[in-house]
């Protein structure tokens, strides 16, 4: 069940001039949610923009005793709602609905979890790390930025125990070039019978990619998409993807049957790109 | 607590808030968050005889204060509806509206006679005002004796209240009221969305993959008011107002420019839990103006002192 919260801004952690990382007061949402869902967020109270905006949950947050206290959410700065966001101040309130979606399926061990991200994509793994290392699931990090310095929060998931691999497009850390590049190389190397699912979020090209690299080397992928949506909960029919059900294939609502999708069912050449 | 109960042909509604055709999928969506009970009544999505695929996305972009559509009436058709759908909508306790569309007279009828031998619908919304498709009404809603022919031959096949919803992309719609009244509708619906456009400069495209789209929330809400107090003035026939929507002052609004009832759309994107918040308002209002009814409040302007 979804429920709207107007919810306090905790913290504004700038990581850049283009990416920060907003803590949101709403208990109920954080003891709600699994891995992968999303919050739909109103940057201002006012009409323009009109729409909320869908955010992966980052963040669980806890008090000292464990207690759900919030959620946080990675933002990049695009437009003028992220650019609200961008420029939230702790006592602010904002309009968070959710949880909403259908999440990631975590797998057991002895079956590894390869998680690839790209920038903002990073989001959703983080829940999802923290339910892997409960079911000590071995993971892996793929995570892909321009530089060094656009890679966050790296030592949250090594403190998970996940192992990372990087990839910078300047080459100033990990693998230089993509994400994929490093992905390819792996999976190259991996045993038939090491069992790994891979979970891919990031921008579509490259989650196009980790898909071809799953189909191609016969690994599992599901990939957590962000269409363009309008209310988050079914009612508008802006945010679908066309899927192959059986011989055919059809437009189906990413907020309702995704953001998390099996890559193998995704028609890629549909999909929006760039938003 | 004032009396919120209205009357649409003889259906009677609990109050007169309802979530409007396009903005509330099959309203099964939401059942899960909010009582659909509660609601004056829900407008399913528009419905054909079969499934419709609709348009690609993009499939909408905000505007200032507003936003532009065009999904292209995707849907399950009628008779998936009615396995699928509605036996939940009915159970769940809510009124229902279902809002039809078709490509030939025919198909508006035969969608009508499922609807009509199914249990758990209270009134048809006729869909003659789609911007987005060829195909989807507007063909209808845009002539006067087009608008007369669809609606009269649907009453002819139905005993169901039969209320088609007007386009505003005409140049008098209390005309298309007015042939909707003799035709043998028991009321109207207005309005539906603006044709519009947006355009990315920078790619120099269209910013929706249909080209162009229709405009709702808040910025078209001043133009439907008018529309609706025009209708007023030309016709008897209970009016559904809608067009930006977000509050209760807002339904007010339409209500004292002559809506019966109203309908929420857009503002069920961004605040979609709602719905209890624009009842108690329109209910306190009524307490604290000392009208019992809600019945008393419609088409109330004040209009003595002001040129006629």
């Known amino acids: 069940m979804a429920v709207d919260v107007s919810a306090e801004v905790i913290a504004n952690t700038r990581l850049s001039s283009d990416y920060n990382v907003l803590a949101l007061a709403a208990p109920t949402i954080a003891a709600a949610a699994f891995p992968g869902q999303f919050v739909m967020l109103k940057s201002s109270p006012g009409l323009d923009p009109l729409l909320r905006r869908p955010f992966s949950i980052f963040e669980h947050l806890r008090d000292p005793d464990g207690a759900p206290t919030g959620i946080s959410i990675l933002n990049k700065r695009v437009g003028i709602g992220t650019s609200q966001l961008y420029t939230a101040r702790p006592g602010d309130r904002i309009a968070v609905l959710g949880p909403l979606g259908r999440p990631f399926v975590p797998v057991h061990p002895p079956e590894e979890a390869w998680m690839v991200a790209g920038g903002v994509g990073l989001a959703p793994f983080a829940t999802l790390a923290e339910e892997l290392a409960d079911r000590g699931t071995p993971m892996t990090l793929f995570y892909g930025a321009r530089t060094a310095a656009d890679l966050y929060y790296r030592d949250l998931f090594t403190e998970m125990g996940a192992h990372l691999v990087l990839a910078t497009e300047d080459g100033s850390a990990g693998t230089h070039g993509r994400v994929t590049i490093a992905l ?56 679908v993807v066309r899927v192959r059900i059986g011989d055919d294939t059809r437009f189906v609502r990413s907020c309702l049957d995704g953001p998390v999708f099996d890559a193998s069912i995704v028609i890629w050449d549909a999909l929006q790109v760039g938003h | 607590m004032a009396d919120l109960s209205v009357r649409i042909g003889s259906v009677e509604l609990a109050n007169p808030v309802l ?87 025919d198909e508006y009828c035969e969608v009508a006679r499922v609807l009509s031998d199914a249990e758990g619908v209270a009134a048809l919304e006729l869909n003659i005002s789609c911007p987005n498709i060829k195909e989807g009404g507007i063909q209808f809603g845009c002539s006067l004796t087009g608008t007369y022919d669809v609606v009269s031959a649907i009453r002819k096949v139905t005993a169901l209240p039969i209320i088609p919803k007007l386009t505003p992309n005409v140049t008098d719609v209390a005309s298309f009221a007015r042939a909707s009244e003799e035709a043998g509708a028991d009321g109207i619906s207005l309005v539906n969305t603006f044709l519009a456009m947006a355009i990315d400069v920078e790619t120099r495209t269209p910013k929706l993959s249909n080209v162009m789209g229709g405009l709702s929330g808040p910025a078209i809400r001043p133009i439907a008011v008018r529309m609706v107090y025009e209708c007023r003035q030309a016709v008897k026939l209970p009016i559904l107002g809608m067009g930006g929507i977000t509050n209760a002052t807002d339904a007010l609004e339409f ?34 103006h000392r009208i019992p009814s809600v019945n008393a409040l419609i088409g109330a302007l004040e209009t003595s002192g002001y040129p006629s």
């Open chain 1, 184 to 239: 390819e190389r792996e999976l190259r190397a991996l045993r038939p019978d090491h069992r790994v699912t891979i979970y891919a979020c990031g921008p579509t090209p490259m989650m196009h990619a980790v898909a071809q690299l799953g189909a191609e080397y016969g690994r599992y992928v599901s990939v957590s998409l962000e269409p363009t949506m309008g209310c988050g909960m079914g009612g508008c029919y802006s945010c």
């Open chain 2, 19 to 105: 979530a409007a055709s396009g903005c509330f999928g099959y309203g099964v969506e939401y059942a899960d968050s909010i009582d659909l009970a509660r609601l004056g009544g829900v407008v399913v999505k528009g419905l054909f005889l079969g499934e419709r695929e609709g348009h690609r996305p993009p499939r909408i972009v905000e505007t200032p204060g507003g936003m532009l559509n065009a999904i292209g009436l995707q849907g399950i058709g009628v008779y998936r509806f009615v396995a699928e759908k509605l036996p939940e909508l009915h159970r769940l306790g809510a009124t229902v509206f279902v809002n039809i569309c078709g490509s030939t007279i």
């Open chain 2, 255 to 288: 209500i004292i420019a002559g809506a019966t009832a109203v309908q929420i759309g857009t503002a069920n994107f961004v605040t979609p839990l709602m719905w209890d918040d624009v009842i108690a308002g329109i209910d306190g209002y009524l307490d604290r």
